[in-house]
């Protein structure tokens, strides 16, 4: 029942697709093996060469023995398995779930990119499409989020993920892994309902799908019709982008105001979402609907000049006929320095500036570098595995700011090695710092480390933190 749409889907996706390599992220829960399943039943005029991604988390107890069975079904359908462990000692404190995902998705890209894959490929169904878009809806989303998951996308990096599971309900992939023999292992913490996820899907939709058994087949027509939406608000939008945007820097966009209230407050607003998504969202800082309001009603208002704070040091400034998206610390003027710390996960990379980059990998993991990039300065940090570190914050450095600078544990005021290093005074207030879950400072970047940053022999486990500079 699912084999003869799967496969006009996949023809659909890539008529090409049987000369085209794909790397199947399995975990071993019903979906993926499925997927599997039905990738490898296609006819040879539409099967593309398969090879299999694992990620064993150590999240549970059953992590080994998952990765020891899709190791072991892979081998007996003779497909390659690129497994990779995520021990126990990488773990941060903090968002244990986004920092699994973020380094699950570095290592797919990372396979992808050595064995010259296609497409990765995931098995997402109808039902994860529902609960993910009534979550954004509850929680509070852009409207150009509320598509929810998209069949095909292409990441920054170059990846294009492909989830050709989503026409179909969970229920249709139980009932198929039980009419097909597929094994599949259970995820027992699916059942546990402190997770959002687990409550829309245990809880919410089950309660929904009883109002309307049609559910997931009307918030896929749903998710259409926003695709659809977006596409014409972006050819509205776009060709505006033009003339409004004045300059456009990492760190700085300048808007030409008088143009901006010529639009429609309609078109004004999805003006503004699309710079905000180019200026902040895609360096990972967020922006809400209220901060939105506050801009809007900034650009409408009698006063000539005003400042909006938004998040991570950037702010909104309007000055009369111009207004200026920008990180704080790109003015002189010192009211404004940086103060909001940029959290770094382990997989993550920021431009901290125009001219400089940071990204923390675990030691031995290769870094994909952004092209920009080419050429610059480059200083590294060793960080220790300890968790209690963790996570590790780039901030500027505060007034009476110290570290630790020999093995006697004795501390050194961080103007004080500035100094020392003859750091101009006016680059000083320039200076970014590298600081723990415990606000101790490993390191200010990229002049000095602190006697903590120094790995030991017997703690052989640790993160690179990278920093790139090009030339001011
Ligand atoms: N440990 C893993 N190893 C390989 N693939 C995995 C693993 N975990 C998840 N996947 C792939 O990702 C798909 C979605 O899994 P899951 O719903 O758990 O992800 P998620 O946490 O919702 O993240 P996202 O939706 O951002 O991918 C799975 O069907 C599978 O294809």
Known sequence: MLIEPFKQLITRIDEQIHQKKILLAVSGGVDSMVLLALFTGLPDECRPNIEVVHVNHHLRQESNEEEKFVKEYCHQLGVICHCKEWLECHHPLNNLEAAARDMRYAFF?????????????????????????????????????????????????????????????KEMIYEFAKAQNIPYREDQTNQITTYTRNRYRL?????????????????????????????????????????????KKVTCWQLDVTKLLRESEAVRYFILVEIMQQAL????????????SAVLSLLTAQKGQGVIQLSAGWVFKKRYASAFLMIASDTSDSNERVSEPYQLSVGENLFLSDKEWVTLVSAGETVIFPEKCQGWQRWELAVSSDSQKYPLMITRRQPGDKMIYNAQGQRKKIKRVLIDQKVPKEDREKIWVVRDAQQEISGIIPIKKSYLSIITETDKIHYRLIYLKGES
Do not use: W
Request: proline fraction near 3%; glycine fraction near 6%.
């Open 109 to 169: 890209a990372k396979i992808a990119k050595e064995q010259n894959c296609d497409y990765v490929v995931t098995a997402h169904h109808g039902d994860d499409q529902a609960e993910t878009i009534l979550m954004r809806l509850v929680k509070g989303s852009q409207f150009r989020n509320l598509g929810g998951i998209q069949t095909v996308t292409h990441r920054a990096n170059g990846l294009t993920v492909c989830r050709p599971l989503l026409i179909f309900s």
């Open 203 to 247: 809880q919410v939709i089950p309660n929904l799908k009883q109002e309307n058994p049609n559910l997931l087949e009307h918030i896929q027509n749903f998710s259409r019709q926003i695709g659809y939406a977006n596409e014409v608000i972006e050819s509205v939008i776009e060709p505006l982008l033009a003339d409004i945007v004045i300059s």
């Open 281 to 292: 969202v895609e360096k990972g800082v967020s922006i809400n609907e209220r901060q939105l």
